[in-house]
C-alpha cells in the first residue's frame, strides 16, 4: 500500500458525459501528479500540482482539468468524454518537487466510455 | 524531448532464470532514472532508482546501474520467481522549471514459469 488513495476504482460512463476522478496524496506530500494509462498511448503524463499551484501540463486534453485544494487532495475532472478517454487514470504524489524524489502511485481509477 | 526506450515484451521465463530488460534514454541533461513494476490489477510500485552516473540501485535482488556513456538503465536479477511477474517500466525524471514528471518506457511484461 504506497499510502496514496484514488476514487472510485471503477467508473462506466457513456460518451459526452463528464466525470471527476479523486485522489488523495500520501500524508506530508505536497506534490501530485496525474498519468494516464492506455494501450496505445502507455503511460503519459497529464499534469502536476505542488501545494495548489499547477506546477507542469503534459499531454492533457483541453476537455481535461484537474486542482489541488487546501487539504492537498487533488480531482481530476474529465469532461464531453469519448471513447478513447477510456484508460487507467494513476495519481502520484511525492514529498516535494525534484527529478530525484519518489513518486508514489495510487492504484489507479479504470474509466471505460461506452 | 525526453524519452526511454526498453525492449518489448512478453519475456518468459523459467523459475531460478536470470531476467535483464534493456532500458536506453535520451534526455537533454542529467536525469534521475527509475524502475517501477506493475503487478495485474495494481499501480506503479517504486523498483529501484539511481540519481547520478555510475550510481547502482538495488531491491528485492533486482539492480541497474546507470550507464550516462551508453544512456542505458537496464534492469537484471540473477534468479526470478514466479511472483515476479509483473510489468516493468523504466523512467527518467529530470527537473525543469516545468516539473519533474515522470517520462516511461512502453513497459515489459515478464512471465515467469514454475
Known amino acids: 500500500d504506497s499510502g496514496v488513495t484514488q476514487t472510485p476504482k471503477h467508473l462506466i460512463t457513456a460518451t459526452g458525459q463528464r466525470v471527476t476522478l479523486r485522489c488523495s496524496p500520501r500524508?506530508?506530500?505536497?506534490?501530485v501528479y496525474w498519468y494516464q494509462q492506455s494501450l496505445d498511448q502507455g503511460l503519459q503524463f497529464l499534469i502536476q500540482y505542488y501545494n495548489g499551484e499547477e506546477r507542469a501540463k503534459g499531454n492533457i486534453l483541453e476537455r481535461f482539468s484537474a486542482q489541488q485544494f487546501p487539504d492537498l487532495h487533488s480531482e481530476l475532472n474529465l469532461s464531453s468524454l469519448e471513447l478513447g478517454d477510456s484508460a487507467l487514470y494513476f495519481c502520484a504524489s511525492s514529498v516535494a518537487s525534484g527529478q530525484a524524489i519518489e513518486q508514489y502511485f495510487g492504484p489507479g481509477t479504470r474509466l471505460t466510455v461506452t | 524531448g525526453d524519452s526511454v526506450t526498453q525492449m518489448e515484451g512478453p519475456v518468459t521465463l523459467s523459475e531460478e532464470a536470470c531476467l535483464t530488460i534493456n532500458c536506453t534514454y535520451t534526455a537533454t541533461g542529467y536525469p534521475s532514472l527509475f524502475w517501477y513494476v506493475q503487478y495485474p490489477g495494481e499501480g506503479l510500485q517504486l523498483l529501484l532508482k539511481?540519481?547520478?552516473?555510475?550510481d547502482k540501485g538495488s531491491n528485492k535482488g533486482f539492480e541497474a546501474t546507470y550507464r550516462k556513456e551508453t544512456t542505458s538503465f537496464h534492469l537484471e536479477k540473477g534468479s526470478v520467481q514466479v511472483s515476479d511477474s509483473a510489468v516493468y517500466f523504466c523512467a527518467l525524471s529530470e527537473d525543469k522549471a516545468a516539473g519533474n514528471k515522470l517520462t516511461f518506457g512502453g513497459g515489459t511484461r515478464v512471465l515467469v514459469k514454475p
Open positions: 539511481a540519481t547520478k552516473a555510475d
Open positions: 500524508s506530508g506530500d505536497l506534490s
